[in-house]
């Protein structure tokens, strides 16, 4: 069904969205993603999607490039530290220590209470 919404309207990034979600429960993951990038374009202001497709690039961990890139872009259009969180995540996932410090200190400089933070950046250095 929700496919078939993208097909009737193809920009309407609601629609693309949910289609996403429902392919991310089904293990559908490529999809998902392919969809979640549609949202992006679609809606490059909305910061859902790209903690999303984020998440689904690190947790499956595929093209971790791509992952800090959108990271990256999420970061631009959303002033909290959670997109910068992500963004650390990658980089250190592709060996990029120093870079992933500099960011979790941005993110704590956004958030100096969160206890996830201070966590994530006692683990990298």
Known sequence: YATKLTELDQSN????????????????????KDMYRTVIR???SDPKAYRQLVTILLTTN??????????????SIDGTASPLAYLATA?????NLRGAEITLEKALA??????????????IK
């Open 91 to 95: 980089q250190a996932m592709q060996n």
């Open 13 to 32: 990034p609601s629609y693309f969205f949910g289609a996403a979600a429902l392919a991310e429960k089904l293990q559908r993951i490529s999809d998902a």
């Open 62 to 75: 595929t093209n971790l490039e791509e992952a800090e890139s959108v990271a990256t872009a999420w970061v």
């Open 110 to 123: 956004l958030d100096p209470e969160s206890i996830e933070l201070k966590k994530r950046a006692n683990e």
């Open 42 to 44: 679609l809606a490059p």
